[in-house]
């Protein structure tokens, strides 16, 4: 109790004396000075401080502005424009375009040679077609020092076409005549035989021709894909020989992909079937056969491409027969897309020497010409071919191969007057290029340049007798102005062999190979169009003027001239 009071009267006194100066102040006295005296203990300590328990938060001083909103107030602005009437400009009806549908080419030439050509055809159609064609050239000059060397070539076909939902067929027969005469002798040297005029030197082609073909059109949606031909050829000469071929081609392709996501695979069977039978009026009927089946499988990969197959070939002959089997592959490369591919490949195959074929090649050969098949047993080949450009084209091979039974002609020794030829056989190896270049610009300019390069390495004979070893060709068709077309043609032979043999003491014997001279043939045709359906043509013919000899002892005739008319209605 008495703290208490004491602790009163303490506090008490503290507050006067710290009010003390104020009042000083107040009443502007000076102060007091006054000596207190405190008893007592005390023990001064700090209180506890209440803490905030909430965060501060920061105003954001950012405005916030509120979005524009706009409208745009359609006020439309009305026009008046006059109308005027116009007149219907007068046009001139149109026929629709005429097709012509037949052609007639009628000439004479300077060897007294008369010329026809023409074709008859029904009107056009999508769907089908149907024509007939005949041609006639002949000529009665003769050569200097040489038998008579008058000619004349038939030929008479029709050829139809129809293309339906489906299938497609075409075929059509031919008939063709061709006289010769075996001229390359010098009636001075070798007198024909007595009571006997220019009919023995005569000779006479007949032959009669006809093929149909069958194949499925071509769909995007259908893998399945067949063609099949027929074809049948009966000739027969002068003297008796004659040859009948019938022959089938058929080919079964699945399209697939089993390597390509893009159904680039085929799966495929190629079948080829011949016969032949020839006869003569001495010798004994010759009948050979020949088969022929080509499994294979080709796909396209990118920028790749790849064919391997199988040829296996059955070889009927007298009764013996023989089984061939060559391989076939072949890959190529786009190095540049429609532009540049390259190729290689491997194949061989087997044919068979015929009438048909020899005197085609050489029309001066003998009646009683030997046959039998060519083997070619390995042939490696490569190549490259190009688009350079819109117009111009480039195409190049090499090849080398073996072979066995190669035909080569001779003159034939058997024939009194040493004029007609005949076949001799031998087998070796032979290199091969090739190259042509072409370029094509609509119809006003069309050029084509070639090469071809052999090299022969026979096992019996001397040279490939008849041969040529480079021959170089162009040919061209420039149009002018729309009316004037000029067409050259040029052919260059490097020189060639001929096995001569001589008669001495009654036998013949085998001379030195005779060099035949090269050669170049320069032809120009030119042309002038009077209207679309009527124009005049005029061919000059081995300008150069040579007597050149393609086989031994047969010169050609020098420069000759022929002109005529076209017609076309």
């Known amino acids: 109790m008495i703290s208490k009071k004491l602790f009163l009267k ?22 007091q000075i006054e ?5 007592g203990s005390f023990t001064p300590h700090i209180s506890d401080a209440n803490k905030i328990l909430r965060n501060p938060m920061l105003r954001d001083t950012s405005i916030i502005l509120k979005p524009m909103e706009y409208q745009i107030i359609s006020r439309p602005l009305h026009f008046s424009f006059p109308l005027y009437s116009i007149e219907a400009q007068k046009v001139q009806a149109e026929s629709d375009a005429m097709y012509l549908k037949n052609y007639l080419r009628l000439g004479m030439g300077s060897l007294l040679n008369p010329y026809a050509d023409f074709y008859a055809n029904i009107p056009q159609s999508k769907r089908t077609a149907f024509g007939i064609h005949y041609r006639h050239l002949s ?80 769909s995007n949606h259908d893998p399945f894909y067949f063609d099949s031909r027929l074809d049948a050829l009966w000739m027969e000469d ?33 079948l080829e079937a011949s016969f032949w039978n020839n006869q003569w009026d001495i010798y004994p009927d010759d009948r050979t056969g020949l088969i022929s089946f080509h499994p294979y499988f080709s ?53 068979r020497n015929n009438l048909n074929q020899f005197s085609t090649i050489n029309p ?29 084209g480039l195409s190049a091979s090499i090849s080398t191969s073996n072979f066995k039974n190669q035909a080569f002609f001779i003159n034939d020794t058997t ?62 068709r420039f149009v002018i102005g729309q009316k004037f077309i000029v067409k050259p043609i040029i052919y260059f032979q490097s020189m060639t062999y001929a096995n001569i043999f001589e008669k001495q003491n009654g036998k013949w014997k085998e001379s030195e190979p005779l060099k035949l001279d090269p050669f170049l043939d ?46 076309s209605f």
């Open 35 to 39: 000596e207190v005296t405190i008893i």
């Open 299 to 351: 796909t396209q990969i990118d920028e790749y491409e790849l064919y391997a197959g199988l040829n296996t070939s059955i070889t009927v002959d007298s009764g013996d027969t023989k089984v061939h089997v060559f391989p076939e592959l072949k890959g190529s490369l786009t190095i540049v897309k429609e532009v540049l591919k390259a190729y290689i490949g491997i194949k061989g195959d087997i044919c």
């Open 139 to 218: 000529a009665q000059a003769d050569l200097e020092d040489y038998g008579e060397s008058s000619f004349s070539d038939n030929l008479a076909e029709i050829y139809g076409k129809t293309i339906g939902k489906n299938l497609a067929w075409n075929g059509g027969i031919n008939f063709q005549r061709n006289m010769l005469h075996w001229y390359g002798f010098n009636p001075a040297k070798f007198s024909l035989p007595a009571n006997s005029d220019t009919s023995i030197t005569k000779q006479v082609y007949t032959r009669l021709c006809g093929n149909i073909e069958l194949k499925k059109n071509v």
């Open 364 to 392: 001066f050969i003998s009646s009683y010409v030997p046959f039998n098949f060519r083997k070619n047993s390995f042939e490696f080949y490569g190549g490259l071919s190009s688009n350079l450009g819109r117009y111009v």
């Open 10 to 31: 303490l506090s008490t006194t503290i507050g006067v004396l710290l009010w003390l100066p104020i009042v000083e102040k107040s009443f502007g006295q000076h102060p």
């Open 415 to 476: 024939v009194p007057l040493y004029n007609q030829f005949t076949a001799i056989y031998d087998s070796g190896s032979v290199l091969k290029v090739n190259a042509e270049i072409s370029f094509h610009k609509q119809e006003n300019i069309i050029f084509v340049l070639g090469l071809n390069y052999s090299s022969y390495s026979l096992e019996n004979l001397h040279k490939p007798w008849h041969v040529p070893e480079f021959m170089v060709y162009a040919n061209g």
């Open 522 to 567: 320069l032809n120009i045709g030119l042309e002038y169009r009077i209207n679309p359906k009527f124009s005049t043509f005029t061919n000059f013919n081995n300008i150069t003027g040579g007597n050149y000899q393609r086989w031994y002892n047969y010169p050609v005739h020098a420069f000759n001239v022929m002109a005529g008319i076209t017609y």
């Open 238 to 270: 002068k003297y008796g020989t004659s040859e009948l071929n019938l022959s089938y081609f058929g080919n079964i392709q699945f399209t697939n992909s089993i390597l390509s996501a893009r159904s680039n695979d085929n799966i495929g069977l190629g």
